[in-house]
């Protein structure tokens, strides 16, 4: 099992930056794939990036690429998000997951992005 805790949500105004942190914690070595997907009542869950853990490689989804980073510091068992350019559309709650290779198995508890006009 992995844990995982996601920070950094917040109020911001459009135009502006946020970074959300994602820490890991238990059997981290299970993990190939972690990545930052967001949701909105009644919507479905949408994915946001993914980093392969090992070799840092990135997948971003459309209506993020250009303006969203996501990162990740092996040392702390940390993945980052930082999101620049922020427009009111990407408020939503922002989750954290983990994937060993088949299914996103893990999830954080999330934390909300609210970005105003």
């Known amino acids: 099992q992995v844990q995982l805790v996601e920070s950094g949500g917040g109020l911001v105004q459009a135009g502006g930056s946020l970074r959300l942190s994602c820490a890991a914690s238990?059997?981290?070595?299970?993990?190939?794939?972690m990545g930052w997907f967001r949701q909105a009542p009644g919507k479905e869950r949408e994915f946001v990036a993914s980093?392969?853990?090992?070799?840092?490689?990135?997948n971003y989804a459309d209506s993020v690429k250009g303006r969203f980073t996501i990162s990740r510091d092996n040392a702390k068992n940390t993945m980052y998000l930082q999101m620049n350019s922020l427009k009111p559309e990407d408020t939503d709650v922002y989750y954290c997951?983990?994937?060993?290779?088949?299914?996103?198995?893990?999830w954080g508890q999330g934390t909300q992005v609210t970005v105003s006009s």
């Open positions: 997951a983990t994937n060993g290779g088949s299914s996103w198995s893990n």
């Open positions: 980093i392969i853990w090992r070799s840092s490689s990135t």
């Open positions: 238990g059997r981290t070595y299970s993990v190939y794939t």
